[in-house]
């Protein structure tokens, strides 16, 4: 298996931009994940899929987020307008929703994102 | 509120034992992580606990004890490669899967 897949693998932009970015889950997983990772901060859930359905969005910053998932193979993390505090590592994970398995969480290579 | 506390940073010596620990805060419990992250890389599994005592991976054992919302990662015959930061990350209360990352401890390995 690839893994998960996530793109553009870095990102520069400008302050009042829209930034789009994408993510491929593992075939077969039943849950995606969005997350941010700066150094004040961490790594910190944005927001998760089960079923392609969105379940928690609770960390999604502010309304100038929003992220889809439109089918079980491709998901969607859109920030407009960006701002430079927005810069940050951004993260797609994808895992099994299998009961009683030993469910971890595999992460793509991140985007860095950098918006001047 | 949901809290997860871990040192910062710690210094080990290839070759020795070390040991990092985690206490937690949440409002439920539904499982405990470790993940493994290099600079510059994505996270990557280490080992999950759900019940009390140790599970032993090779060189790399994980701790829990869910009364005393405490847990600990264990690395023996520490490796140069082993250099990295370990975040420690508790599942909440309900089965949706939402997990709370603590902010990492960054282990540097001396020779």
């Known amino acids: 298996d690839a893994g998960v897949i996530q793109s553009p693998r870095h990102e520069v932009t400008e302050m009042g931009q829209e930034v789009t970015l994408r993510c491929k889950p593992i075939s077969g997983h039943d849950y995606l994940f969005w997350y941010r990772q700066t150094m004040m901060r961490g790594l910190e859930l944005l927001i998760y899929f089960n079923n392609n359905v969105p379940i928690d969005d609770s960390g999604m910053p502010e309304d100038r987020f929003s992220a889809k998932m439109p089918n079980a193979s491709f998901s969607t993390l859109k920030i407009q307008p960006s701002e430079p505090r927005d810069s940050a590592v951004y993260f797609c994970?994808?895992?099994?929703?299998?009961?009683?398995?030993?469910?971890?969480?595999?992460f793509g290579p991140g985007t860095r994102l950098l918006v001047l | 509120g949901q809290n997860i506390d871990q040192p910062t940073e710690m210094t080990a010596t290839e070759g020795a034992i070390v040991q990092i620990n985690c206490t937690y805060q949440?409002?439920?419990?539904?499982?405990l992580f470790w993940y493994q992250q290099h600079a510059g890389e994505a996270p990557t599994f280490l080992s999950y606990?759900?019940?009390?005592g140790l599970e032993e991976k090779g060189r790399f054992s994980s701790f829990l004890s869910r009364s005393k919302g405490y847990s600990y990662l264990l690395l023996k015959e520490l490796q140069m490669k082993d250099s990295a930061s370990y975040l420690c990350a508790v599942r909440g209360v309900n089965r949706d899967d939402k997990i709370i990352f603590g902010k990492g401890t960054r282990l540097h390995i001396l020779p």
């Open positions: 606990n759900v019940l009390d």
């Open positions: 994970a994808s895992s099994s929703g299998d009961l009683g398995a030993r469910e971890t969480q595999y």
């Open positions: 949440t409002s439920g419990f539904n499982g």
